[in-house]
């Protein structure tokens, strides 16, 4: 028998217990993550690009629930399973993303707009495989931008904006040098920074580690931030998302805390990057996440 579960709050997808008739329980391991409730509603909290998304409509179902055992969960809408833009059946491997995944469902009001379901676009995303990637591909694809790291790149625009950037950003390349056992240093001007292959190749041994979900992940908050080193740092937990997202704007918010900035639109730009790198960071850490099983005595 499939488990079903309706969910009603944000609070679900990380206070959960699921029993399985009556000798055993299923509980997920990491989900009390301090900042993950707070990930989860920067996640989807204003309108973002599409990615491999459907046109929005109107809501046409009236619960969700997730169902699944053996490590494959569905989400189920009324009594329609969901279905990815190809028509496949949207199967997760682990149980918290699927429980997120069904809540970005269930706050949904009156019209279903995709570009707010950042855990169901990415999941999307690995299932169908639109571009017939494979998880080489996927990281190859996330080291290109490594060159032009936003945390490489110092233009040279005066004393004051060169020491910030060095006193925010020279402790987080600190520790991705020393994690990495590397020697990167910034790079003034346009040209990339100088990356040597064996350091390249040891943080794509790192990427390669996570399976295709979580790749997917880091492939989706680099493109966020333009960084690869401030996605590593936070999928570490060595910064927050909300500093991740701080650090890598950091010349914007010079610039504005001196001319100010454009009503509206600087916070909306800001606010859409903070939602997807949230989103980001928590497909990586449901598909890092363990399950534990425990059996009651008989």
Partial sequence: MFNRRVLSSHRDVFDLEVKRGGDGSHTMRGLWWPVAHQLLKQAATVTLPRRFLPEARRRFYKNVTVAGNGGIYEVNLDLHKLKTPKGHTLQIPNYGLALAVAQEWAVTKDKIVPSLMHLTGLSYTVIDNPNHETKWDTVHKTLEYLDTDTLLFREDQGEELNTLQAKEWGPILEWFNKKFDADIKPCPGLFGADIPDPVRETIRRYLLSYDMWAVNGFLYGVEALKSVILTIAAAERKITAEKASFLSRLELEYQTSRWGSVEWAHDLD?????????????????????????????
């Fill in 270 to 298: 800001k606010q859409e990057v903070l939602a997807r790198f949230s989103a980001a960071l928590l497909f990586i850490h449901f598909n890092t996440w363990q399950a534990t099983t425990k059996h009651k005595s008989k």
